[in-house]
């Protein structure tokens, strides 16, 4: 079906819903703010407040969570078309605390030494325009519904944990969490994230060495064995494909790990990731590590020849996925970065998205940008023309069937 819509939205109020969203505090876990701030633009661009709703999934996830998922269901206005679903994620990472944006030559910037908070406010105030747009200019729709997750940056735990049931039947879904419009990501890897504890026995470091046994050497030995092994990094192993990475080292409460250089170390506590497009490959990664560890707690012992405890915990972050080329989704997306005159490029991604989550939950779901540049660090900015380009996306797939 296609529609009279020929291009054109409202600009100026996009960026100055972009603008006000980027205003909000919400790091990840602490999004009340920028969630009610949400309901109040839905409210204001005639979402009625029986159509908005929050879930419950803060009681399922097992960190601390200010807010449930916003969802809103809106009927369609054609009534043979199946409902979309268009999401993305309230939350920012930690380092977007305090920013304050800051227009600038075509962009947005932080004015403060931060992280901006572009991902994935730019996928918010794409998702508010797109209905705004629809109701301003009387478009011809089919059902859709908006999903806004919570503690995406810190595991995709809002989409991981959402009963699929409150969307309402949506056959498809549409992203929006990246740089350019019309890049559309049709898979992306599994993770894995680990844990280890590494119990030894504190000793004084200088009378009495040969009394404790080192949590410290045992990491270090354990850490220097996956390196030697190629296993760190990016892995290639017979033709399979991942990466690994070691992101904290401290003890039970992220401090520092031992107190002092006269006692010997008796807590080390490691945490890690494993990622692959192959699944089995994800777990070959961790299981090395793991490995890696227990054989070096054998390594380390006292005088009366005993060794380290060593508890190795991994938990699946989200499953690896790829969607074929024809899929509806995917020849969706392709049409509407057509027309809006954009090339499309299919590709997949070695970051998790929520759409690995929603694939999982059976609702196939492709990825689209919409002008974040340089995320997770202090350079971070939001490409105007890009950004708007990801509103006339959305607008684009609400409003084409596939070609």
């Not at 809103?72 to 054609?78: A, D, M, R, Y």
């Not at 305090?98 to 600038?104: C, D, E, R, S």
């Not at 401090?255 to 497009?277: Q, Y």
């Amino acid at each position: 079906m296609t529609h009279s819509w020929n291009g054109s939205f409202d600009e100026t109020a996009a960026v100055a819903r972009l603008m006000r969203f980027l205003a909000v505090e919400g790091i990840t876990g602490q999004e009340a703010a920028i969630a009610q701030t949400l309901r109040q633009a839905l409210l204001e661009i005639g979402v009625p407040a029986e159509a908005i709703q929050f879930d419950q999934v803060q009681q399922r996830i097992p960190l601390p969570t200010q807010s449930g998922n916003l969802i809103v269901q809106l009927p369609g206005t054609v009534s043979t078309a199946p409902r979309l679903l268009f999401l993305t994620h309230m939350d920012t990472v930690p380092l977007c605390a305090g920013a304050k944006p800051l227009l600038q030559d075509g962009r947005i910037v932080s004015a403060t030494s931060t992280a901006l908070g572009g991902d994935n406010r730019t996928g918010c105030a794409v998702l508010v325009t797109l209905i705004a747009e629809l109701f301003r200019q009387q478009l011809p729709h089919p059902p859709i519904t908006l999903l806004f997750t919570v503690r995406e940056e810190s595991g995709l735990f809002g989409a991981r944990y959402l009963d699929p049931a409150t969307l309402g039947g949506a056959v498809m879904g549409f992203n929006v969490d990246g740089r350019c419009a019309s890049e559309i990501i049709i898979g992306a890897v599994g993770a894995d994230r680990w844990e280890v504890e590494i119990t030894g026995k504190a000793a004084h470091a200088g009378v009495h060495p040969e009394r404790g046994i080192s949590a410290s050497m045992v990491a270090a030995l354990a850490l220097a064995e996956v390196f030697r092994k190629g296993w760190f990094g990016k892995v290639v192993k017979e033709g399979k494909e991942g990466t690994s990475n070691v992101g904290s080292i401290g003890d039970a409460h992220d401090r520092s790990a031992g107190e002092a250089t006269n006692v010997v170390t008796d807590f080390v506590k490691i945490r890690g990731e494993s990622r692959s497009h192959d699944a089995s490959f994800v777990a070959e990664i961790t299981q090395a590590y793991q490995a890696a560890f227990e054989s070096a707690a054998l390594q380390v012992r006292n005088h009366l020849g005993e060794t380290a405890k060593v508890q190795f915990t991994p938990r699946l972050d989200y499953h690896p996925f790829r969607l074929a080329e024809n899929e509806p989704v995917v020849q969706r997306a392709i049409a509407a970065a057509r027309r809006i005159e954009r090339d499309p490029i299919l590709r997949t991604t070695n970051g998790g998205l929520d759409a690995n989550w929603l694939v999982r939950h059976g609702i196939p779901t492709v990825t689209i940008g919409a002008g974040q540049n340089e995320i997770h660090t202090v350079q971070e900015f939001v490409d105007l023309s890009e950004y708007l380009a990801g509103c006339r996306m959305a607008l684009a797939l609400a409003l084409s069937e596939t070609a």
